[in-house]
């Protein structure tokens, strides 16, 4: 059973940046696709990022296409997402998920195992 726990969530002005951490244990790490998702208040999930289980492949949501970055280090059972530019529409809760499934990797509904989230609030 996976377990996934997200960290670096918090408090930043427009323009700034942060990065999101995702520890995981349980599992065998290198065999997961992961992903970011968010979530705003009074909106529903939607995808923000996809890495590959080697890290070769990654995807982004329109909306981050160049001011986010997804990585990975399977050594350190680590999945990371540096956040820049930041504007305040990126205010949500920002979920890490993990699969060993190839379905459609924007689809919530593919993930598997999710973290409790973390908080970033972007003030304008």
């Known amino acids: 059973q996976v377990q996934l726990v997200e960290s670096g969530g918090g408090l930043v002005q427009v323009g700034g940046s942060l990065r999101l951490s995702c520890a995981s244990s349980?599992?065998?790490?290198?065999?997961?696709?992961m992903g970011w998702f968010r979530q705003a208040p009074g909106k529903e999930r939607e995808f923000v990022a996809y890495i590959s289980r080697i890290g070769r492949i990654t995807y982004y949501a329109d909306s981050v296409k160049g001011r986010f970055t997804v990585s990975r280090d399977n050594a350190k059972n680590m999945v990371y997402l540096q956040v820049n530019s930041l504007k305040p529409e990126d205010t949500a809760v920002y979920y890490c998920?993990?699969?060993?499934?190839?379905?459609?990797?924007?689809?919530?509904?593919?993930?598997?195992?999710w973290g409790q989230g973390t908080q970033v609030t972007v003030s304008s």
């Open positions: 349980g599992g065998t790490f290198s065999s997961y696709r």
């Open positions: 998920a993990a699969t060993e499934k190839g379905d459609t990797y924007s689809l919530s509904s593919t993930f598997d195992y």
